[in-house]
């Protein structure tokens, strides 16, 4: 069931470097559609190459900020001649070239969890930069519980939070609480219901204060670095970092340091 004609899948709203992007599937608790999900990678291609944007913040309407894939529309692609094998691998293709794409952008992405987020959303949760989320929200990966394993969601989880908290939440499907959440560094911090978009916009301003060569080049850097052996990862950051040293954006920020003042960052 997806948003009435008149709304669209995904709300986009953009403001001083901030780019907001919503969720809008509230009645069908925002499963990721094959619709809405392109909407988000159109969204994310889009403001990769925008000087505008410096942060962006995934938020959702509604009380679930993701129930994960669209069961109903997977299930309908059965009665195709191959029982849906091929608009299945289309899907999970499709939703792991989206978490890539979170990944792979240019600027941070800062998850905006106000409620439940379970199976591909605790995916997308897990694939942003940062995660700020209201105290009462829960993150689970239940395929298990379904038949089908949260195989895909698996990824970015491992690479989240410690293995043997992944395989728990993995085999047993058991949801885990914000606070759980943050002590396995599966989100950053929890906060009240009321304060949880003031929250998230003040880490999103804090971020987007800051040198934008700087922020794109070590959000690159990081998940590079994060996947070579450690020798290989410290030769890669040196080359990151006498190549950073060399942008103006070094230049001023240790002058300023120097000097005692405040940097004046390009624009």
């Not at 989206?98 to 106000?114: G, K, N, S, W, Y």
């Not at 995660?131 to 829960?138: L, M, N, S």
């Not at 994060?226 to 240790?254: F, P, S």
Request: hydrophobic content about 45%.
């Amino acid at each position: 069931m997806d948003a009435p004609a008149s709304e669209p899948l995904l709300l986009i709203a953009q403001q001083r470097g901030i780019l907001r992007l919503t969720l809008n599937r509230p009645k069908a608790r925002n499963a990721l559609s094959s619709a809405l999900m392109q909407a988000l990678q159109d969204a994310l291609q889009k403001s990769a190459s925008d000087p505008g944007v410096r942060v962006i913040v995934l938020a959702a309407n509604g009380p679930v900020f993701s129930a994960g894939h669209d069961l109903r529309e997977m299930s309908q692609a059965r009665a195709d001649g191959d029982k849906g094998k091929q608009s299945f691998a289309a899907l999970f293709t499709q939703c792991s070239d989206l978490m890539m794409a979170i990944v792979r952008h240019p600027r941070p992405v800062i998850a905006e969890v106000q409620g439940l987020a379970t199976a591909a959303g605790c995916q997308l949760v897990a694939s942003c930069d940062l995660a700020v989320a209201v105290d009462t929200a829960k993150f689970a990966t239940p395929g298990v519980d379904i038949g089908l394993f949260c195989s895909t969601p698996m990824v970015a989880l491992s690479r989240n939070v410690p293995r043997k908290q992944a395989m728990h939440m993995l085999l047993t499907g058991d949801a885990v609480t914000a606070e759980e959440a943050v002590n396995i560094g599966l989100i950053n911090r929890t906060v009240p219901a009321a304060d949880l978009t003031k929250e998230a916009t003040a880490l999103a301003e804090k971020i987007a204060a800051k040198p934008s060569t700087t922020i794109k080049t070590g959000k690159h850097a990081f998940y590079v670095q994060h996947e070579m052996k450690l020798e290989d990862a410290y030769r890669y950051a040196a080359q990151v970092m006498t190549e950073n040293m060399l942008h103006v954006e070094a230049n001023e920020g240790i002058c300023a340091f120097l000097e005692k003042r405040p940097p004046n960052w390009p624009k």
